[in-house]
């Protein structure tokens, strides 16, 4: 019997007739509501789910322990205004006999008699317990309010006999009434039919964890430890939002000296954590099952194939379906038969597995990324082989995948793992240099980070094994024409290069001519670039390999602009963009070079506003610890579309930075020709602003429209920030032409800015 079963009495539930002394007590602790313990955390988005499962009949409320389950039931119910019977549930009531005379003692304590008729047909033997249960019902009904039965602990009840006759019970349950049921484990009930039917409320693990904003609040505002966001991020991220690790972070925080420095150590091994959960959480277990959660535990996910091969087992589908079914941290994921362990129960279970045998988990780990390399699963695979710390290993598997993580957009995983590695390691997978410096190019890792690649690329030499050196030397030429590191002329003859020794390589030759064009483009030979970008486009297999496929397009995208030729300048810059999305590389440099067609495109087509969107897109990840062309280029690009914005002073700043960046690059092609035109330009722009009367001062409303002029907003959307109809807006803005003596919006912010008319002078 349990702490509970103390609090037994020796009477009998209200409405039992003085005959039925032979019943043995009720154990007072299991009818009584849980206390609202004070300084609990306010969770209304939980009280609201709760609330919301009103018109189901069942609210299945299923999560492991330490969820704060009955917690959130019990504050939920307290302000819920119903009636509400809760029945704390035991091994014992899988005698369904007293399980219902507990739940008519629950019920008839809301209003005496109402469970009067289910306990006098429990008292006389012989009476179906159907009919125990539909004379329950028949008195929840005549209660006329709202009245929720609730069964807290239901995993204690396993017998089919008692679990039928709730299903019998919800068959016939009147309007009036709910059932919430509270359980670490999915009974066997008929739930599959009652969620079919919108009969069924689910609240799950996923509900229940807490969010950072919640952790905060018990962490911070409850409990008064000085932690700040990240601290408060970090634990969240390791405890998964699971409230009771959070609790006992809680209860261990305020007893050291500095929370900040030690909240780091917490995590599935430390003592309160491994303590609460092999009594919580693994005692119920058997030495067979906990052995496989030990070795599961170390995979982090897996599939019940992957669990067979390298557990050495032939029982793993069952096993992940009964933990699953248990909530024991075990949970499905949305893809091909993929469960995940939750983190904390990992992290201590592989620690207890070492203790017992510490070479287990390098053994795991060794045979899970042999399996997932043999299905073509790099990213898996090499988070397993990395946690062997076998450099080696690791470098086999970026260099067998090295091309098909990049074609992918998965640039950030093989620069993620290469960094690991030692310089030695590195240079001995020769493929593997090459591949590192294109991965940075195209992910955006910084210029020093890419020349370091390639001087361990100038490194590799040919061994006895005959390693394939044209095609790290091709790849590098090919680097070195995307890096424009030593001169727009010597990038070209690089790429020209790189397309002569890649002639025959289906795998090398598009990237080859798509960098060519590129280098073609900044050097001023249009012509040149727009054919080496087509021909890349004609290549086999081009659909395949997203990066090579998206400079090229974005090369034709650039001529064409610049050409006059929007249509066709747009399906190119719009296939670049495509062709990034598909393989999840938008925020990158490959992104980055995407956005900058499209902003060119855009400006040719006088859409300014979209146009210095994109180029400020572009430009943001194209800052570096060393000046490059590339940035210069869009900064260039950037100011020109200040200018006919009417920015003049930004463009002027703008402009400037270009020039600071050109200033310290040899040779930059075109680039500083177009620098002049924009300077030019902007010179033009100047004089127009400055020149010519102003006819009338604007007026106040007319100089309140003005201002919102500089933005991006349409006219409508000024009309609504100034609560002005669209047609005022319009005519204060004509009035605004006529009065400065222009014709265009652009015009009109340039005029006032060189008037010092923008300027907000209401105090404050």
């Known amino acids: 019997m349990d702490a509970r079963s103390s609090h037994a009495v020796d009477r009998q539930p209200s409405g039992v007739p003085s005959g039925a002394g032979a019943l043995p007590p009720l154990v007072e602790a299991k009818l009584a509501v849980p206390r609202v313990r004070r300084g609990m955390v306010a969770r209304p988005r939980v009280r609201r789910m709760l609330a919301d499962g009103r018109a189901a009949e069942l609210t299945l409320v299923s999560a492991p322990a330490g969820y704060g389950k009955t917690t959130a039931v019990r504050a939920w119910s307290a302000s819920a205004g119903a009636g509400v019977a809760w029945v704390t549930l035991d091994a014992g009531d899988n005698d369904p006999v007293r399980l219902w005379r507990y739940l008519a003692t629950a019920v008839d304590r809301i209003r005496p008699g109402l469970g009067r008729g289910a306990l006098h047909r429990l008292d006389r033997p012989g009476n179906a317990l159907e009919d125990a249960a539909d004379e329950l019902m028949n008195g929840i009904a005549a209660f006329g309010s709202e009245l929720v ?109 500095d929370p900040v420095l030690e909240v780091r150590s917490f995590g599935g091994e430390h003592r309160s954590v491994a303590e609460y959960l092999s009594s919580e959480v693994l005692a119920s277990l058997d030495e067979d099952c906990r052995s496989f959660l030990h070795g599961a535990a170390v995979l982090g996910e897996l599939t019940a194939e992957l669990g067979d091969v390298v557990l050495e087992r032939t029982d793993s589908a069952t096993q992940l379906a009964e933990l699953e079914r248990s909530n024991l941290f075990v949970l499905r994921l949305g893809r091909g038969g993929w469960f995940r362990i939750h983190s904390l129960l990992a992290e201590y279970a592989e620690a207890h597995l070492a203790e017992s045998d510490p070479a287990a988990a390098a053994r795991i780990h060794h045979k899970a990324a042999a399996w997932l390399r043999h299905r073509g699963m790099p990213v898996e695979a090499l988070r397993h082989a990395a946690a062997t710390q076998d450099h080696a290993f690791v470098a086999d598997i970026l260099v067998e995948f090295h091309y098909a993580l990049i074609s992918f957009g998965q640039s950030r995983t093989l620069l993620q793992w290469t960094r690991s590695l030692p310089d030695d390691c590195i240079v001995e997978h020769p493929e593997l240099t090459v591949a590192a410096v294109i991965a940075a190019i195209l992910d955006g890792g910084s210029v020093i980070e890419q020349r370091r690649y390639l001087q361990l690329a100038d490194r590799v030499r040919a061994g006895e ?122 925020r ?140 005022t807006v319009r005519s204060h803005r004509r009035a605004v032409y006529r009065k400065l003596g222009v014709h265009s919006r652009e015009d009109a912010i340039a005029r006032a800015a060189a008037l010092d008319l923008l300027r907000d002078e209401s105090p404050g």
């Not at 610890?625 to 690009?637: C, K, R």
């Open 465 to 586: 094994d005959g390693l394939p050196i044209p095609y790290v030397e091709t790849w590098a030429l090919i680097a070195r024409a995307l890096m424009i590191d030593g001169g727009v002329g010597q990038a070209v003859l690089d790429a020209r290069r790189a397309v002569e020794k890649a002639e025959g390589e289906p795998e090398i030759i598009g990237g080859a001519l798509a960098a060519y064009a590129r280098t073609q483009f900044f050097s001023g030979d249009l012509d040149d670039a727009f054919a080496a970008a087509l021909r890349a486009l004609e290549q086999p297999g081009m659909e395949g390999r997203a990066p090579a496929l998206a400079l090229a397009r974005t090369a034709l995208a650039l001529v064409d602009a610049e050409r006059g030729r929007l249509a066709s300048a747009r399906s190119h810059a719009e296939a670049a963009r495509a062709a990034t999305s598909r393989i999840g590389s938008s």
């Open 149 to 257: 039965v609730v069964l807290d602990d239901l995993h204690a009840v396993t017998s089919e006999e008692s679990l039928a006759s709730i299903d019998h019970a919800l068959e016939h349950l009147p309007t009036n009434a709910r059932l919430i049921v509270v359980t670490r484990v999915d009974p066997a009930l008929r739930l599959a039919r009652l969620r079919s039917g919108g009969g069924l409320a689910e609240m799950r693990a996923g509900d229940l964890a807490f969010t950072p904003a919640e952790a905060h609040q018990l962490l911070v505002e409850r409990a008064h430890i000085a932690l700040g966001t990240h601290e408060i991020d970090m634990l969240h991220r390791r405890t998964e939002g699971w409230p009771a690790a959070l609790v006992l972070a809680g209860l261990w925080l305020r007893t050291v000296d």
């Open 588 to 727: 990158s440099w490959l992104g980055a070079n995407t956005s900058a067609a499209l902003g060119a495109v855009l400006a040719a087509e006088g859409n300014l506003a979209e146009a210095e969107h994109e180029l400020r897109v572009a430009e943001r990840f194209s800052g570096d610890e060393v000046p490059t062309l590339h940035q210069a280029w869009l900064l260039v690009l950037l100011a020109r579309v200040r200018v006919r914005r009417g920015r003049l002073d930004e463009a002027e700043a703008t402009l400037r930075s270009a020039r600071k960046i050109l200033a310290q690059l040899g040779d930059s092609g075109r680039v500083p020709t177009l620098a002049d035109a924009v300077a030019e330009e902007l010179g033009d722009a100047r004089a127009r602003a400055r020149s010519g009367d102003v006819v009338e001062a604007p007026s106040e409303a007319e100089i309140a429209v003005l201002r919102l002029l500089e933005t991006d907003l349409s006219l409508r959307e000024i009309g609504e920030h100034l609560f002005l109809s669209p047609n």
